[in-house]
């Protein structure tokens, strides 16, 4: 495999194109629902991973960390990607107005794609971070990370805002946007 960063990079650079595709009206509202999960993730994580633990336990009679870990980080990672898949192929909060022209309207696109890509591929990897990288274990992920991956750590979403509280604000801010129209 080769280094992380170009690993989850290449996510949000597909996620970008996908913003860029779809407009910023629709991105804005997958926005959202992105925002949300973060935020109920952080929320219960504190409060669920004892539960899942003793689950863990009682299921697998085993106490062995870097199992459990596996277990921990990706259930939270199928929480998440259900919750954006489910964002990206139902239905979604549409922002009304006319959209800006060309180029304007394509670099609010594409800027709103790349938020989109960075929370989603910043979430993905930092569930990897905080559990030790358990898919290296079946050699999906690298943990020999270099220089830039250590530094870009510091600037994961949830790193950034470690606490659920801060995330309800961009939430509300979008919210009342849509409803100004």
């Known amino acids: ?52 633990s003793r689950v863990w336990q009682m299921v697998f009679s085993a106490d062995e960390q870097a199992a459990q870990n596996f277990f921990l980080s990706n259930f939270y990672l199928v929480i998440f990607v259900i919750t954006i898949f489910a964002g990206y192929a139902g239905r979604v909060i549409t922002f009304s107005g006319q959209e800006w022209p060309m180029p304007q309207g394509t670099i609010l696109s594409c800027l709103v794609g790349a938020i989109n890509g960075y929370l989603i591929s910043g979430s993905l990897w930092y569930y ?25 750590i510091r600037y994961l979403p949830q790193n950034i805002m ?6 309800v604000i961009p939430i509300a801010i979008l919210l009342l946007m849509r409803v100004r129209g």
Do not use: C
């Open 1 to 52: 495999m080769g280094l992380i960063e170009i690993y989850f990079g290449s996510i949000a650079g597909i996620i970008t194109l996908i913003g860029l595709a779809q407009g910023y009206a629709r991105e804005l509202g997958r926005t959202m629902i992105i925002i949300v999960a973060i935020f109920l993730l952080l929320y219960v994580e504190d409060r669920l991973n004892p539960i899942l």
């Open 128 to 152: 990897q971070h905080i559990y030790g990288y358990p898919l290296s274990s079946i050699g999906w992920i690298d943990t020999d990370l270099s220089p830039i991956a250590v530094e870009l």
């Open 162 to 167: 470690p606490s659920p509280s801060p995330w």
